[in-house]
């Protein structure tokens, strides 16, 4: 299985706090710009980063050779806001799929994604989230930074309050360096529905299934055959796309693209689906 860095941003306030609940792990003995990777635990590295996260471009490209060699997955710590300002934790990849770059990154390029990383994620998050009083969501690829390796954000939302809560914070320091994908699900493109994605959200709750990009219904007015072509791409071991909508799959942009999948078709997870074993992960390769 490919390593795990998280990149914790001086100036995100949930990247600082998150980062303190973990101290200072032994230097690995290598670093990125003067600054020590250390080793959270077996497989997943700690970096820190002066800057905000959306405009550390191409962060990929200035890793130690090995990590990038080895297909890392960067996973960002963050703050989340809102239109709405509500109390939420979220799930991303990376990106921008139409003309708009305000937020990092560059128009019409997206991240590669770790589909199975985010849905553990996202199930571990909703766990922990409904007894804190944290909803968790998938949300839409929409910003950056721009980067050639597996990445996306896990934030926190909380609304009017000054600080990030300590209850979602600590969720947020213990969830992080466990996550573990899960061989059984399926992968797949996701495309319509909402900036939030409460369908998508929903699937991975209740079926096996794994999603790396998410085009949002609103994205889908911007998008052009390259750039699909590019999201699909970016969804490594994708069997297809699974559409919000029927509609959705006669768009110019997608028509053809890949097979569209019915998403009954991902066994429905149950009780014991909550955890990876060693067995698990032996069998699968990964």
Known sequence: ????????????????????????????????????????????????RPGFHIHDERLDRRLPRALQEAG???????????????????????????LSADVGGRARTVAPTDPRRMASALRSLSEGGNAIGFGATFEATHHGPELGLPSFFVEIGYGE???????????LAAVIPTIEPDPRDRVALAVGGGHYAPHFTDLVMKRRWAFGHIVSRHALTELDRATAASIYGATPGAEGIVYARAADADHPALRELAPRIRESTAPVRGPSDGAVTPADRSSSGT
């Open 161 to 171: 309050d000054a600080e990030p809560p300590e209850a979602a914070v600590r969720l």
């Open 1 to 48: 299985m490919p390593p795990l860095l998280i990149v914790v941003s001086d100036e995100d306030p949930v990247a600082v706090r998150v980062r303190e609940h973990w101290g200072t792990p032994a230097s690995t003995g290598e670093g990125v710009d003067g600054a020590p990777l250390r080793e959270l635990r077996p497989n997943v590295l700690l970096l820190r």
């Open 72 to 98: 890392t997955t960067l996973l960002f710590p963050s703050i989340h806001r809102g239109e709405q300002n509500v109390r939420c934790l979220t799930v991303h990849p990376l990106g921008n799929p139409g």
